[in-house]
């Protein structure tokens, strides 16, 4: 499988998450995928449905574009830098988030991906309310101190 195809794989999975299209995003999954994210490792493309049917629920218009090294691909693993902007279904926004996604394929399709994001930066931004800033920014500080 050369590397061109698997870039090419690569941007086509990412186009039809962007959509949010869950089963044109599934059809790109072995039966057996690992998806791994920060809310946990899902297995199986059942699994997976449920997350992708989740997230299209919470973040219904999401954002993806390629940054920093964007797609880089050796043998049958890649690595995808992105930033991506959503707003939930509630009206909060999220923008410029950096994430990388680690994919490993099998036979053209993705078997593995792991993707990792700075959760508290999400939650910060989609903070509602002087509670929910005031235990974030809590968090953040002791998490900062001695930093500066």
């Not at 995003?25 to 899902?42: I, M, N, R, Y």
């Not at 090294?69 to 902007?85: P, R, S, T, W």
């Not at 005031?134 to 930093?147: A, H, S």
Request: proline share 1%; glycine share 8%.
């Amino acid at each position: 499988m050369s590397e061109k195809k698997l870039e090419s794989i690569i941007r086509d999975f990412v186009e039809a998450y962007g959509r949010r299209d869950v089963e044109k995003t599934l059809s790109f999954l072995t039966e057996d995928v690992v998806w791994v994210a920060p809310e946990g490792t899902f297995k199986g493309k059942e699994e997976v449905r449920r997350v992708f049917t989740w997230e299209t629920q919470i973040a219904p218009d999401l954002k993806l574009r390629e940054t920093g090294i964007g797609i880089l691909v050796k043998g049958n693993k890649a690595v995808y830098e992105h930033v991506f902007d959503s707003v939930s279904s509630d009206g909060r926004k999220c923008h410029d988030i950096t994430g990388v996604g680690v994919f490993e394929f099998k036979d053209e399709k993705i078997q593995q991906r792991r993707l990792l994001y700075d959760r508290l930066a999400v939650n910060k931004q989609m903070a509602k309310g002087w509670l929910e800033k005031r235990i974030i920014n809590t968090v953040i500080k002791r998490g900062e101190k001695g930093l500066h």
